[in-house]
């Protein structure tokens, strides 16, 4: 071994090291300028210099004993660092500067399965050269470091940088983890870190703090994800071409923004606070027809940018919080799972479900072209904990494959320019108003409304409407049932059915059935023809009814119709006359004339 001590000035170490160790101590701080390739022959064991001011070095390569260099001022790097090729083992190299020039990597710095440390205490740790090729690649800085070289090849990442608002910026040719090295995970004081793996993978083992700085996460070839490491942060911006995953409980960042560019490739993130979709180094969240799934574990879920999933699906989960924003939506499937969500719109989602948890909160989605209240995921239909439900197509057609369950709430169903039908789902809830185009029917056997108020506005466009127990016609978004000429078609199957707004059908039929119980209420009714069916109908009035048709099959129930202009008892339908079972009939036109073209049978 060769030991120098109290070196200052230039060594010509320009010979055949023969596996030996060589150590230098500048003791006083002096400039150690080392001349020549040190072991261009044959490799030392290993290389120390301590103590040094300014250390000059030329191309070193060492066995498995590594090469370790501090110096005071600086560390000037005039050749390649490394192992030599027929090395049992590769030996870690560690530069460490403790002044404020920091380390500057401008040659190669070759560790193989080594491990790198580089530091500067007071400065920063720059690359202008490299790459940089270790196992553990350790940065400990004071300052802005960035070490961007695109052929710089480690396996581990860990970081340290000490100083207010100083960032760290790291690309690897291929696949690295955030892990443990000289330090764990990656640490700035509110400085931003942005990492890229070009080729590969870019995994979290250990986490990320930033503070208030911002995280950029790039995979460009391949995939960000976390195994157990967290991001805390400002705002954080993954971008990748494959499915990423960042679902470990501790993330917490105030921002995400995401592109994922490979097809059918999605993104899942989990955060344990309260995040927004914003603006980042992307704006929003965007894959090319991949799943996209957010969640705010104890807080709320915002949307200022779009979430846009293209053919795939969306679940939205805030099972403390709300979810809301004016960032539009796009998906196959919208999943919303909150406490509430009072206000979310879309571009172009085909199925919404969603379950709102917290009492008496309201639920409210609008999109432009047609969509149904469907399945996604493990969310069925549309559920509020007593919360209103607004649900809204401006442009196409809603649709109810499964059920919008809003408990003692109302539910607002509009189809501006189109139609609201049921296909297999129902209503539950307290007041029910319907708004559409287009002919509307809400005909599933479940459906139970204590009240239903609905406005179709396209000319000759009806409604009909089942309840499977008793409903009154009555006030909502809008004052009882109106048609432009449509007909309307109500049916109480278990219950009453009571009037006590009006319905309104124009020139068109309407049609009244409750078989298990009684019609009435003072509501007016419009129509060309009325046909009432039910167990009685004690009083019915209407302000222009061309033609009358009423079963009444209750025993000794009585009918009674009032209305001021001639009507005719005539056949509505299926129902031909009026006829009871026993029951008195009263039949009254008060200014104009009573005709009867079928039977009047009591």
Do not use: M, W
Not at 8 to 17: H, M, P, R, Y
Not at 340 to 348: D, E, G, K, Q, V
Not at 395 to 405: E, I, M, R
């Amino acid at each position: 071994n060769i030991i120098f001590n109290n070196v200052s000035g230039s060594l010509n170490a320009d010979v055949a090291a023969n596996n030996r160790t060589l150590t230098l101590n500048a003791g006083t701080g002096g400039t150690v300028n080392l001349v020549g390739a040190v072991g261009n022959v044959e490799a030392l064991q290993a290389l120390t210099v301590t103590n040094a001011g300014t250390v000059n070095l030329p191309a070193v390569t060492t066995r498995g004993g590594g090469i370790s260099v501090t110096a005071q001022t600086a560390i000037n790097l005039n050749g390649t660092l490394g192992s030599t090729a027929n090395s049992p083992t590769d030996g870690n190299i560690s530069l460490s500067v403790a002044g404020v020039v920091g380390l500057n990597i401008s040659q190669s710095v070759n560790a193989g399965t080594g491990n790198v440390s580089l530091t500067a205490t007071a400065g920063a740790v720059t690359e202008t050269g490299g790459p940089i090729t270790a196992s553990v690649l350790t940065v400990q800085a004071a300052k802005t470091s960035t070490l961007t070289v695109a052929t710089n090849d480690v396996t581990t990442l860990a970081a340290n940088i000490t100083s207010l608002n100083q960032s760290l910026s790291y690309t690897d040719a291929t696949t690295f983890d955030v892990g443990t090295g000289g330090v764990t995970g990656i640490t700035t004081n509110n400085g931003n870190v942005t990492l890229t793996a070009t080729t590969g993978n870019l995994t979290l083992s250990q986490g990320i703090a930033a503070g208030l700085g911002n995280v950029s996460l790039t995979a460009t070839a391949g995939a960000v994800t976390e195994s157990t490491g967290a991001v805390l942060g400002n705002v954080l911006t993954v971008q990748a071409q494959n499915t990423s995953l960042l679902t470990t409980a501790t993330n917490n960042v105030a921002t995400l923004a995401a592109n994922i560019t490979g097809a059918n490739q999605g993104l899942s993130y989990t955060d344990a606070n309260t995040f927004d979709v914003g603006t980042g180094g992307v704006i929003g969240i965007t894959t090319i027809n991949g799943d996209i799934v957010l969640t705010a574990t104890t807080g709320n879920l915002t949307l200022t940018q779009q979430v846009n999933a293209g053919t795939a699906n969306v679940a939205l989960s805030a099972p403390n919080g709300s979810i809301s924003g004016a960032g539009l939506i796009t998906a196959n499937g919208l999943g919303v799972e909150a406490q509430s969500a009072p206000t979310l719109n879309a571009s172009a989602v085909n199925t919404l479900a969603a379950n709102i948890t917290g009492l008496n909160n309201p639920f409210s989605f609008t999109q432009a072209g047609t969509f149904d209240v469907g399945t996604v995921g493990p969310i069925v239909g549309v559920t509020t904990n007593n919360g209103n439900v607004t649900l809204t197509a401006t442009t196409g057609d809603l649709t109810l494959s499964q059920n919008v369950d809003a408990g003692a709430a109302n539910v607002s169903l509009t189809a501006t320019l189109g139609a609201v039908t049921e296909s297999t789902g129902a209503v539950l809830g307290n007041v029910l108003t319907v708004q559409a185009q287009n002919t509307s029917l809400l005909t599933t056997a479940t459906n139970n409304v204590a009240t239903l108020a609905a406005n179709i506005t396209g000319a000759n466009q009806g409604l009909s409407y089942t309840d499977a127990n008793t409903f009154d016609v009555g006030t909502g978004g809008v004052i009882g049932i109106t048609t432009i000429n449509g007909d309307i078609v109500l049916t109480a199957t278990t219950g009453n059915l009571t009037l006590t707004q009006q319905v309104n059908a124009g020139t068109a039929n309407v049609a009244l059935s409750a078989p298990n119980g009684s019609i009435s209420g003072a509501g007016l009714i419009t129509a060309n023809g009325l046909g009432v069916e039910a167990q009685s109908a004690p009083t019915l009035n209407a302000s222009a009814v061309n033609t009358l048709a009423a079963n009444i099959t209750g025993l000794n129930n009585p009918f009674s119709f009032t209305q001021a202009g001639t009507f005719d008892v005539g056949t509505v339908g299926p129902i031909v006359g009026v006829t009871t079972n026993n029951g008195d009939v009263t039949l009254t036109a008060s200014l104009g004339n009573l005709t009867l073209s079928q039977n009047v049978n009591a």
